[in-house]
């Protein structure tokens, strides 16, 4: 049972365009949710994180918006440039729990120049 | 600090053969973990451990083992390769409290022919 559910699988936006992503989860205990960025051939690496006590964080041109309530999170990247091309998994996480993630399955962002 | 390194980089094995890769942090984090990534799929845990002398199986651990002597150490055993075991192997670390996020290695590419 895939306890995060990502969406879309892949995503192709032009320059200077928005791109958006979402995930959806089940387990109410989740109470952390990272975003990694993996570029080809080398390992993801945190994005930008945030905790369901705020509804929104933003760093630069990437936002997380978190609804508690739908149970679903979603990273927006503003602007986005081709540089930003790269795989994005979302994360959550139980801390003071297992502390184990259940990552999504990823989203292939391809930004045209 | 060096983070999360790992090696090697890259290896080819002859079906039944056996390797180690190994894994080490210098962020004195608890938790280490080892994932397998098939191209175009996300994160598949292997194995991890909570502390030194303290491992448990994750999703895929058929065919691999682990051991945790140290916090910093952690090293991934195949035994008896496969050509299922083809993949890219990721460790990563974690500390526990207010940001669990966790960090990732570069990989290592592993081939079995």
């Known amino acids: 049972q895939q306890q995060v559910k990502q969406s879309p699988q892949s995503l192709i936006v032009q320059k200077g365009g928005i791109s958006i992503i979402n995930c959806a989860y089940e387990n109410t205990a989740f109470d952390y949710f990272p975003w990694y960025q993996q570029f080809p051939g080398k390992g993801p690496a945190l994005l930008i994180a945030i905790r369901p006590d705020v509804s929104e964080k933003k760093e630069g041109r990437f936002t997380i918006s978190f609804n508690k309530s739908a149970k679903q999170f979603s990273l927006h990247i503003m602007d986005s440039q081709p540089g930003d091309s790269a795989t994005y998994f979302c994360a959550a996480i139980t801390s003071g729990g297992s502390y184990i993630p259940t990552f999504g399955r990823g989203t292939s962002l391809i930004v045209h120049p | 600090n060096a983070g999360v390194t790992q090696t090697p980089k890259f290896r080819i094995l002859k079906i039944g053969q056996s390797m180690t890769l190994q894994c080490t942090q210098d962020m004195n984090h608890n938790y280490m973990y080892w994932y397998r990534q098939d191209p175009g799929m996300g994160l598949k845990l292997i194995y991890y451990s909570v502390g030194a002398g303290i491992t448990d199986k994750g999703e895929v651990p058929n065919g691999y083992n682990v051991s945790r002597s140290t916090t910093e150490d952690f090293p991934l055993r195949l035994e008896l390769a496969a050509p299922s075991q083809t993949s890219v192997y990721f460790c990563?670390?974690?500390?526990?409290?207010?940001?669990?996020?966790?960090?990732f290695g570069p990989g290592t590419r592993l081939t079995v022919l």
């Open positions: 990563a670390s974690s500390d526990t409290g207010w940001a669990p996020e966790q960090f």
